[in-house]
C-alpha cells in the first residue's frame, strides 16, 4: 500500500486567497483525520471523519476553514479566504481501529 | 476528559547514552497508548502501542515502553541512542478503537555525538 497520500506538498499563496488540502487515505480504513502543526500550539485535531461521515469538527479554528470527503479514498481541507495565521504543517491520518497511520503532510504558507 | 502529560520538553542526551521520555496520562477506562516519531520535515511514524498483555512493548529501532496502570504512565526507553534518533516524540492515547487518538505535546530529543 503506498500509505496516506497527501497533495499538494508545499503551497505558498497570499492572504486573502483560496487553499485546498487533498488528502487519499489507505484503501480499506473507514476513519479520516485532519490536523495542523505549528511550532506554538503543537499537533491539533481539527476534524475527523468515519464512513465518509464528520464526527467531530469541534477543532475547526473558524469558519474560513471547511473540510469534505465526498468518498472513502478522498477529503479536502478548504481555507477560504487564507491568512497568515493559517501558515502551518497540515496532516491527515487514517486508521481503522487502534493506530493512525499518518500522510507527509502539506506545508502550507501564507504570505 | 482523557489528557497526556509529557513532562519533558526537550531531552538532550550524548550518543550512546541510554534515554527515558516520559508519558502519563488520566483516564477513568481502559486505554490503548502509543508512542509516534517524528523526523523532520515528515509525518509521524508509529514506535509501538500497548493494546493489552505484557506491559513491557518492544517498538522499531530498539525502543522500548512500560505500561504501569497504577501509576498511568508509559515511558519509553532507549538502552543506547544513535545520532538518527533526534527527532519529536509524541505519547498518545485512545479510549476504544473507535475515538480520537489524544497527542501529548510531544518531547524533542536531541542527540548529541
Known amino acids: 500500500d503506498a500509505g496516506v497520500i497527501q497533495s499538494p506538498r508545499h503551497e505558498v499563496t497570499e492572504m486573502g486567497q483560496e487553499v485546498t488540502l487533498r488528502c487519499k487515505p489507505i484503501?480499506?480504513?473507514?476513519?479520516l483525520f485532519w490536523y495542523r502543526q505549528t511550532m506554538m500550539r503543537g499537533l491539533e485535531l481539527l476534524i475527523y471523519f468515519n464512513n465518509n461521515v464528520p464526527i467531530d469538527d469541534s477543532g475547526m479554528p473558524e469558519d474560513r476553514f471547511s473540510a469534505k470527503m465526498p468518498n472513502a479514498s478522498f477529503s479536502t481541507l478548504k481555507i477560504q479566504p487564507s491568512e497568515p495565521r493559517d501558515s502551518a504543517v497540515y496532516f491527515c491520518a487514517s486508521t481503522r481501529g487502534g493506530e493512525q497511520y499518518f500522510g507527509p503532510g502539506t506545508r502550507l504558507t501564507v504570505t | 476528559a482523557q489528557s497526556v502529560t509529557q513532562l519533558d520538553s526537550q531531552v538532550p542526551v550524548f550518543e550512546e547514552a541510554p534515554v527515558e521520555l516520559r508519558c502519563n496520562y488520566s483516564?477513568?477506562?481502559?486505554?490503548?497508548l502509543f508512542w509516534y516519531v517524528q523526523y523532520p520535515n515528515q509525518g509521524l511514524q508509529l514506535l509501538l502501542k500497548?493494546?493489552?498483555?505484557?506491559?513491557l512493548v518492544k517498538g522499531i529501532n530498539g525502543f522500548e515502553a512500560e505500561f504501569n496502570k497504577s501509576q498511568t504512565s508509559f515511558h519509553l526507553r532507549k538502552p543506547s541512542v544513535h545520532i538518527s534518533d533526534t527527532a519529536e516524540y509524541f505519547c498518545a492515547a485512545l479510549k476504544t478503537s473507535y475515538d480520537k487518538v489524544i497527542f501529548g505535546p510531544g518531547t524533542s530529543l536531541s542527540v548529541i555525538p
Open positions: 500497548y493494546l493489552s498483555g505484557s506491559t
Open positions: 484503501s480499506g480504513h473507514d476513519y
Open positions: 483516564s477513568s477506562v481502559s486505554v490503548y
